[in-house]
């Protein structure tokens, strides 16, 4: 003869529904310090890619000083080099927009799946629900 015992434990749903707050909690305390280390890693880059060259801009200035070197350019290179600057920046302002507009639908897209899962476990639930009522009117 065996013994059976039965185990009482918590119900699965539970569990699950306990686990994945932990998780998204967790996940929502960390995401924005990911998002800041990104933002302190990009100043400390720029920073340091300001300071680089400028740091060669003043030891070639003091060179050309000491030997007596022309920097003088002539003025229709100086539209070029702003005209190509201002370019330069207008297409980074473009990226972004570019960049902002993607984030934009993709969020978008993520609301719009959670509204279809949300209908579709209405939906389900509806079956679920016509279908024990029907089975439970036949067992009546």
């Not at 100043?43 to 300001?50: C, E, S």
């Not at 050309?64 to 022309?70: C, E, F, H, L, V």
């Not at 897209?109 to 079956?127: G, P, R, T």
Request: overall charge neutral; charged content about 25%; glycine content about 2%.
């Amino acid at each position: 003869m065996s013994k059976q015992t039965t185990h009482q434990g918590r119900d699965a749903y539970e569990v699950c529904q306990k686990n994945f707050g932990k998780y998204f909690s967790e996940a929502e305390r960390t995401v924005p310090q990911y998002f800041q280390s990104v933002i302190n890693y990009q100043k400390t880059f720029l920073n340091t890619w300001r300071n680089t060259v400028e740091a060669v801009f003043d030891v070639q200035r003091k060179y050309s000083q000491k030997a007596q070197i022309n920097t003088q350019i002539p003025e229709a290179s100086t539209k070029t080099i702003d005209k190509a600057t201002d370019r330069l920046i207008k297409v980074g302002q473009i990226q972004e927009q570019y960049v902002n507009a993607a984030l934009d639908v993709t969020e978008d897209n993520v609301k719009s799946f959670y509204e279809s899962a949300e209908a579709f476990a209405d939906f389900y639930n509806n079956i679920v629900e016509s279908w024990f009522t029907s089975f439970k009117n036949i067992r009546n």
